[in-house]
């Protein structure tokens, strides 16, 4: 079965700073992978996606990811972190072994302080 | 894209009761899921819904608890029967949209509070 981890369940970063939520991988093929973002009391919104191609993945909102096949990562990325960042985000892996449906993570906590 | 639509929004039930979340899409789709969120956690997903099949529930949802119904290529419902306080959650629809199946889109949940 395929699968994601998310190892850290906080992660707090200074306005400006740069900032890295970690998610790594486990999957029996080729993996679809999936960054979503969540604002309180808001549904998900997609952030990036990584099929195939370049491994470094540009999205919304200035994030980005990159895709390491050999450390199974593919951790979200932004250069200069923003106080409106500070939202709830998953990764996730798409199963096409199973129906197609998406598996998360548990989800990391952003907070930007000023 | 997709976009997605919930009805109701939110919704305060008494144990025992039973309340079908509705989903909405503005196109047609094949493969529609729903999931279950606990507020701050992760999604876990509850069952696949693909028109023309009976749904496909995970393991530890069965059907006589969370029936669904999957009429047309543009809407689904999801019943939560027989309510009890640890159904209090957010309920979610999502579908897949898009010529190579990659995109997955959400609506905005049903927000459940079991008393």
């Known amino acids: 079965a395929q699968s994601v981890a998310q190892p850290e369940d906080q992660v707090n970063v200074a306005e400006g700073n740069p900032l890295t939520v970690k998610c790594t991988y486990s999957?029996?093929?080729?993996?679809?992978l999936f960054w979503y973002v969540q604002y309180p009391n808001r549904g998900l919104q997609f952030l990036l996606k990584?099929?195939?191609?370049?491994?470094l993945v540009k999205g919304s909102y200035g994030f980005e990811a990159e895709f390491n096949k050999s450390q199974t990562s593919f951790h979200l990325k932004k250069p200069s972190a923003l106080v409106s960042d500070s939202a709830l985000y998953f990764c996730?892996?798409?199963?096409?072994?199973?129906?197609?449906?998406?598996?998360f993570g548990a989800g990391t906590r952003l907070t930007v302080k000023p | 894209s997709a976009v997605i639509s919930q009805k109701p929004s939110r919704d305060i039930c008494q144990r025992g009761t039973s309340l079908t979340i509705q989903c909405q899409v503005d196109?047609?789709?094949?493969?529609m899921f729903w999931y279950r969120q606990q507020p701050g956690q992760s999604l876990t997903l509850i069952a696949t819904?693909?028109?023309?099949?009976?749904?496909?529930?995970e393991s530890g949802f069965v059907i006589d608890k969370f029936p669904i119904s999957r009429p047309n290529l543009t809407f689904s419902t999801l019943t939560v029967s027989n309510m009890s306080p640890e159904d209090s959650s957010i309920y979610l629809c999502?579908?897949?949209?898009?010529?190579?199946?990659?995109?997955?889109?959400f609506g905005p949940g049903t927000r459940l509070t079991v008393l």
């Open positions: 196109s047609q789709v094949t493969m």
């Open positions: 819904a693909n028109q023309g099949s009976e749904a496909t529930y």
């Open positions: 990584y099929i195939t191609g370049d491994n």
């Open positions: 999502s579908v897949l949209a898009g010529g190579s199946y990659n995109e997955q889109f």
């Open positions: 996730a892996v798409r199963d096409l072994a199973n129906n197609n449906d998406m598996r």
């Open positions: 999957v029996s093929g080729n993996p679809y």
